[in-house]
Nanobody, 120 residues
Framework: VQLQASGGGLVQAGGSLRLSCAASGSISSIDAISWYRQAPGKQRTLVATINSGGNTDYKDSVKGRFTISRDNAKNTVYLQMNSLKPEDTAIYYC???????????????WGQGTQVTVSS
C-alpha cells in the first residue's frame, strides 16, 4: 500500500488546513500511520501518529492544535491543523510506521509530500 499526502497550501498565521493521506489500498490492516514534516534545512521529524485502534500521539509543539484521524472506509488519514504558526512551515509527509514502545520507525517509501507555508 502506497500513501500520498495532499492538501497543503499557503495560509496566514492563525489559519487552518486539513491534509489528506490517501492510500492505494486498504488501510484497515495497517497498524499505524504517521505524519512527518521537514522544514528547510532541517531533518524530517514526527508530527502525529494514529494506530488501528484510533489511539493517537502528537509532537509536543502541535498538541492542542493538530488532530490526526483515519477513515478506513475512504482509506484516508487526515491531519487537521489549526492555529497554524510560521514555524509549522514544512513539507508534510505520511507513512506507514511500526511502533515499538517509544520508538516509531517508518516502513514505506517516502512520497513527494505536500508543502505547507504559514505566513506571519
Amino acid at each position: 500500500v502506497q500513501l500520498q499526502a495532499s492538501g497543503g497550501g499557503l495560509v496566514q498565521a492563525g489559519g487552518s488546513l486539513r491534509l489528506s493521506c490517501a492510500a492505494s489500498g486498504s488501510i484497515s490492516s495497517i497498524d499505524a500511520i504517521s505524519w512527518y514534516r521537514q522544514a528547510p534545512g532541517k531533518q524530517r521529524t514526527l508530527v502525529a501518529t494514529i494506530n488501528s485502534g484510533g489511539n493517537t500521539d502528537y509532537k509536543d509543539s502541535v498538541k492542542g492544535r493538530f488532530t490526526i484521524s483515519r477513515d478506513n472506509a475512504k482509506n484516508t488519514v487526515y491531519l487537521q491543523m489549526n492555529s497554524l504558526k510560521p514555524e509549522d512551515t514544512a513539507i508534510y509527509y505520511c507513512n506507514r510506521v511500526t511502533v515499538l514502545g517509544p520508538y516509531i520507525r517508518p516502513l514505506g517509501l517516502w512520497g513527494q509530500g505536500t508543502q505547507v507555508t504559514v505566513s506571519s
